[in-house]
């Protein structure tokens, strides 16, 4: 099961900053996928109020104590993160006023808050925890671990910019001062190619050598 929301999460983590980024429509096979991750989050919060937890040597086994607990922790955040906007969006999109004025600006601020997804990252290393925990290695493979860790939320980070920089290029590429993606010549060039150039000064910039001659 952790294994499971780990891929989920995951999954989350990339495609919703691209997708909302990009603006890039999903495919049936993503639309799928992404309801599945919805239907499984929702009921892994009815799950989590029926998991023991442990505390001060022992497994705690009343559901009371496991409800008080889960509400005072991560259920806020597991709720926020699980809400169905994806079928909200696509509710409003399919109706019949999606496409007026008012009906198109309702379903783009509906995307927006699928970015509250990207809270579950807050969950990450809990999951990465059990998984290790329940592997039992040695802690050479525990290290490497948590090394690869490390190198997910190095890559996160560096997708997450990309995304960030390619949107602003958008959002301002009636304006041709200020848009980057206009004065390098990519606005209309393949998503590939612009997520490519997007990643390429994200990750010069983190590194510190420079911002990727997209200034």
């Given at each position: 099961w952790d294994t499971i929301a780990l891929i989920l999460i995951c999954?989350?983590?990339l495609y919703v900053?691209?997708?909302?980024?990009?603006d890039v429509e999903p495919s049936r096979s993503l639309q799928i996928f992404s309801g599945f991750g919805d239907v499984f989050f929702l009921l892994d919060i009815v799950l989590n109020f029926?998991?023991?937890?442990?505390?001060?040597?022992?497994y705690v086994m009343d559901h009371k104590k496991i409800a008080k607990k889960y509400l005072k922790s991560l259920f806020w955040l597991d709720l926020l993160a699980s809400f169905p906007y994806?079928?909200?969006?696509?509710a409003a999109d399919n109706s019949k006023d999606a496409y007026d004025s008012e009906g198109f600006k309702l379903?783009?601020?509906?995307?927006?808050?699928?970015l509250i997804k990207i809270v579950r990252i807050m969950r990450l290393k809990g999951h990465i925890k059990?998984?290790?925990?329940?592997?039992q290695y040695d802690?050479?493979?525990?290290?490497?671990i948590s090394l690869l860790y490390l190198i997910l939320i190095v890559v996160l980070m560096s997708h997450w910019c990309a995304c960030l920089w390619h949107f602003l290029g958008k959002l301002n590429a009636d304006n041709s001062e200020k848009s980057w993606l206009y004065q390098m010549d990519t606005l209309y060039e393949d998503v590939s190619e612009r997520y490519i150039a997007s990643l390429y000064w994200a990750t010069?910039?983190?590194?510190?050598?420079?911002?990727?001659?997209?200034t």
């Open positions: 999954f989350d983590l900053p691209f997708h909302i980024g990009f029926h998991t023991s937890y442990y505390y001060d040597g022992a994806v079928w909200i969006a696509n379903v783009k601020v509906i995307r927006f808050f699928k059990k998984i290790e925990d329940y592997l802690s050479v493979v525990n290290g490497l010069t910039t983190m590194l510190t050598v420079g911002y990727g001659d997209y």
